[in-house]
């Protein structure tokens, strides 16, 4: 595991289909230890600063990377071959979990009311996405061999689940 005496949690999300539950695990679990570093965003990538090359340099900072998946996410990963900084977040963490510096937690985004995670209509390209070493579909299919963590956002207790396992 990554020696970083700092403890740094990295939240990986798409902003356009993920920012509210970002937000929501931000600063009603992660934030409010103080103790620990977050990495979100919204929060901390500079002004003025090549946020890419930032990111990258803080997911080899973290010992833990939280990636926040919905339906819609993986729903975004249809451009074959195109940049894309989600699917770079996630390659590049699965480099540094394979070589055991870095925990993954996926956390499934379940919609209100749902209990399973509906895989049937997740169809993704086998192209390599720019500046990734692996496609969208394997990407997919190497995270979904993880410890996978169901979440409904709108359970308070589902969020206290989730960080109490990355605190262990």
């Not at 010992?63 to 590049?92: C, H, M, P, Q």
Request: aromatic share 10%.
């Amino acid at each position: 595991m990554n020696s970083n005496s700092e403890k740094l949690i990295f939240i990986s999300y798409r902003q356009k289909t993920c920012k509210a539950q970002a937000e929501k695990l931000y600063l009603q679990t992660l934030a409010r230890d103080s103790s620990r570093k977050v990495f979100w965003d919204e929060m901390s990538i500079p002004v003025g600063v090549d946020w890419k090359q930032y990111f990258l340099e803080n997911i080899g900072k973290a010992y833990v990377v939280i990636l926040l998946i919905s339906k819609a996410t993986l729903d975004t990963f249809g451009d074959a071959g195109a940049a894309d900084n989600v699917l770079l977040e996630w390659d590049r963490a699965l480099d540094l979990y394979g070589d055991g510096k870095l925990k993954i937690f996926p956390v499934l985004i379940l919609e209100k009311g749902e209990t399973e995670f509906d895989f049937g209509g997740v169809s993704l390209s086998d192209v390599r996405a720019k500046d990734c070493s692996r496609s969208p579909k394997e990407i997919w299919d190497a995270i979904r061999k993880l410890n996978v963590f169901k979440v409904d956002f709108t359970r308070i207790n589902d969020l206290r689940v989730l960080d109490h396992e990355i605190t262990q």
